[in-house]
């Protein structure tokens, strides 16, 4: 049972273009929601991550849109590079009953200069 | 502040082997994540330790694989007996608290004949 679903399963973008990245979850406890990236022949790092406090988390290029009661997130890139070019992982945990982090099948960028 | 550290960083094994993989999470970190990760099935959580203490142990994952914390600063991965089916890059990740930014080592990369 998939918890933590993303999609599209793979997204190609030109260079300077917004990417969209979605992601959806079950757990309605689920009350952080961190993205890792991970670039090829390399180990996910964390790149982003929300709590739902509020409904929108910017750093820079990266943006996370938070709608609780549809259970959505979504990562916007903006002015997207070449060098964004990973597979992006959602992932949710809860501070209730199993307290592990849950990640979903991730999404593979591609940018196209 | 020195990162996680896995070893071996590369494996092969025959079918039927033990094996065994070893990481150093974090100093001063509390949660220790072991995961699986192929293309196929993405990152699967294979156990998560607190504070030394076995918090989950990777459900479908228990009767072959088995995780053990020693102290906190070292934790091992057993394999017993491998499979094929095994071959994918283990993950270890550690960190603060299970909301907390999850650090991942290198990994070992387990190929078995």
């Known amino acids: 049972q998939q918890q933590v679903r993303q999609s599209p399963q793979s997204l190609t973008v030109w260079e300077g273009e917004t990417a969209i990245l979605n992601c959806s979850y079950e757990?309605?406890?689920?009350?952080?929601f961190p993205w890792y990236w991970q670039f090829p022949r390399e180990s996910p790092a964390l790149l982003i991550a929300?709590?739902?406090?509020?409904n929108k988390k910017e750093d820079g290029r990266f943006t996370i849109f938070f709608n609780k009661r549809e259970k959505k997130l979504s990562l916007h890139i903006t002015d997207s590079q070449p060098g964004d070019s990973a597979t992006y992982f959602c992932?949710?945990?809860?501070?209730?009953?199993?307290?592990?982090?849950?990640f979903g099948a991730g999404t593979k960028l591609t940018i196209k200069p | 502040d020195a990162g996680v550290t896995q070893t071996p960083r590369h494996e092969v094994a025959e079918k039927g082997q033990t094996i065994i993989l070893k990481c150093e999470p974090v100093?001063?970190?509390?949660?220790l994540f072991w995961y699986r990760q192929t293309k196929i099935q993405g990152l699967e959580l294979l156990s998560y330790?607190?504070?030394?203490?076995?918090?989950?142990d990777g459900g479908a994952f228990k009767d072959r694989f088995k995780a053990e914390m020693l102290n906190s600063s070292f934790s091992t991965l057993k394999i017993q007996p491998t499979e094929p089916k095994d071959s994918a890059v283990y993950l270890c990740?550690?960190?603060?608290?299970?909301?907390?930014?999850?650090?991942f080592g290198p990994g070992t990369r387990l190929l078995v004949l």
């Open positions: 992932a949710a945990s809860s501070n209730y009953g199993n307290e592990k982090i849950t």
């Open positions: 330790f607190r504070s030394k203490s076995l918090m989950e």
């Open positions: 990740a550690s960190s603060w608290g299970h909301q907390d930014t999850q650090y």
């Open positions: 929300i709590r739902p406090v509020s």
């Open positions: 100093s001063g970190h509390n949660d």
């Open positions: 757990d309605s406890t689920f009350d952080y």
